[in-house]
């Protein structure tokens, strides 16, 4: 025990302990920036589905009256008139449906990709490393 301590205050003790935590601290940064960038990328996309749903609903909702003519093959306009309620709520209920879809992929997601290892090994690898960088840098004074 008292080799390694010897060890820890000679030069190339300081300089192994100094590199060590320096290569601990650079560990727990990018996983800690991989994982925010993972989370980041998720809400994104969820973001952006959730917008691309919201458009294409509105373009729909204002063709509902194509939409009920193509339903009656356009031979009937009064008919058509008469199901166009039929056919908003329908296309509303559709999008509902995506809607719930995609918030249900994005909290399946969130719930899957961090697990107890992802999630802790980076801020633990760091605060590691913050730890040895500091014991480097108390054994350097003499």
């Known amino acids: 025990m008292g080799f390694v301590i010897a060890f820890l205050h000679s030069n190339a003790g300081i300089y192994v302990t100094a ?3 320096l290569v601990f601290q ?3 940064v ?9 989370a980041h990328g998720m809400a994104r996309k969820f973001t952006d ?3 691309i749903i919201e458009k294409a609903h509105q373009e729909l909702q204002d063709d509902s009256m194509a939409v009920a003519r193509e339903y009656t093959q356009g031979e009937d306009e009064a008919w058509s008139t008469m199901i166009r309620p039929t056919v908003e709520i329908d296309m ?3 999008k509902v449906e995506l ?3 995609q918030i249900v992929g994005y909290l399946l997601s969130e719930v899957q990709v961090p697990n107890r290892w992802k999630t802790w090994i980076g801020p633990a690898a760091l605060l590691l490393g913050i730890v040895l960088a500091y014991a480097a840098s108390m054994l350097s004074v003499r």
Not at 30 to 38: C, F
Request: charged fraction near 20%; aromatic fraction near 4%; charge should be positive.
């Open 92 to 94: 509303r209920a559709r």
């Open 19 to 21: 590199t060590i935590g």
């Open 49 to 51: 589905n959730m917008n």
């Open 99 to 101: 809607v719930t879809r």
């Open 30 to 38: 990018y996983l800690v920036v991989r994982d925010l960038m993972q």
């Open 26 to 28: 650079l560990a727990g």
